[in-house]
């Protein structure tokens, strides 16, 4: 473990952060207790920024599970410098879900008339 960080309902514990140089990014995975049900993608963005010392990134969380039979909330997020960057790399939905950009599900796709 990489390190515990306190918060007000329960802790954040880093199982793996690491660069990868190649992508251009950290990946941060981690458990946040005691939050299934009650943290937003919004609100873990600003508590993995503040409590990492992140500030200033753009932060994408790629997924958040809740374990089975507790609390807890498995997470895995990707840490950029630049946004464009993202963008370039991740599918359009998983950026319209921080975002709330809207997104054309037909683009791309020939339709027949």
């Known amino acids: ?5 306190m ?7 880093v199982e793996r952060e690491e660069h990868n140089p190649l992508l251009n990014r950290v990946e941060l995975e981690c458990v ?3 939050v299934n049900g009650r943290l937003k993608r919004q609100d873990a963005v600003k508590l993995i920024a503040e409590s990492r010392g992140y ?24 840490i950029y410098d630049d946004e464009k960057v ?26 027949k008339e």
């Open 32 to 34: 946040i207790k005691a």
């Open 1 to 5: 473990m990489d390190g515990i960080i």
């Open 7 to 13: 918060m007000m309902d329960g802790q954040i514990i």
């Open 86 to 111: 993202a963008r370039s790399q991740l599918p359009r939905y998983i950026i319209a879900r921080l975002t709330g950009e809207k997104i054309d599900k037909g683009k791309g796709k020939d339709k």
């Open 55 to 78: 500030t200033g990134r753009f932060i994408v969380p790629i997924h958040m599970m809740g374990e089975k039979g507790r609390s807890n909330l498995r997470c895995l997020f990707y």
